[in-house]
T-cell receptor, first 114, second 114 residues
């Protein structure tokens, strides 16, 4: 089966601009997760979708971040307006069941805000 | 508060040696633990997991040990190979309403010398 796909793989934007990251989970995986790793620190949870519903968005840092998963398939994560501290690697992951035996992660999107 | 940390940020071993990577966690409510391996340019890859009702689990060349008394987790890699060089993360899940959320440690860089 195809893995979790994220794009773009890299994005460089100026402070104040908008960026949209996309994640295509493994087909049939109802659970989709967003994480990010900032400045070489630990990977931190952002939010969890079950189909199109936000199950847990406790990790979203502020209202500049908007995640959607219309139709319960792919998801987008929009940052608007981007700030310097948003730079990092954004990972998406998916799982078939509600968290059993680990997720499958995508390769991530490296976001650089200059 | 919830946190998962690592004792050693870097580990350097010779090919063929056994490697041990350690992790401390602070949330006594955590009941599921995972080790991930992350290679450069890729997302975290599931290695092995363990539930809190176990103290040891073995996989292929890897063993995870869980000591709930001192809230300590370790990953043992037997006969370490150059291909094992990567960043290793431990992660925990506390279930409940946050059943989809993983809390990651900072990561340990493992370097295997031929």
């Amino acid at each position: 089966e195809a893995g979790v796909t994220q794009f773009p793989s890299h994005s460089v934007i100026e402070k104040g601009q908008t960026v949209t990251l996309r994640c295509d989970p493994i087909s049939g995986h109802d659970n989709l997760y967003w994480y990010r790793r900032v400045m070489g620190k630990e990977i931190k949870f952002l939010l969890h979708f079950v189909k199109e519903s936000k199950q847990d968005e406790s990790g979203m840092p502020n209202n500049r971040f908007l995640a959607e998963r219309t139709g319960g398939t792919y998801s987008t994560l929009k940052v608007q307006p981007a700030e310097l501290e948003d730079s990092g690697v954004y990972f998406c992951a998916s799982s078939r069941k509600a968290f059993n035996y680990g997720y499958t992660f995508g390769s991530g999107t490296r976001l650089t805000v200059v | 508060g919830e946190s998962v940390g690592l004792h050693l940020p870097t580990l350097s071993v010779q090919e063929g040696d056994n490697s041990i990577i350690n992790c401390a966690y602070s949330n006594s409510a955590s009941d599921y633990f995972i080790w991930y391996k992350q290679e450069s340019g890729k997302g975290p890859q599931f290695i092995i997991d363990i539930r809190s009702n176990m103290d040891k689990r073995q996989g292929q060349r890897v063993t995870v040990l869980l000591n709930k008394t001192v809230k300590h987790l370790s990953l043992q890699i037997a006969a370490t190979q150059p291909g094992d060089s990567a960043v290793y993360f431990c992660a925990e899940n506390a279930g409940g309403t946050s059943y989809g959320k993983l809390t990651f440690g900072q990561g340990t860089i493992l370097t295997v010398h031929p």
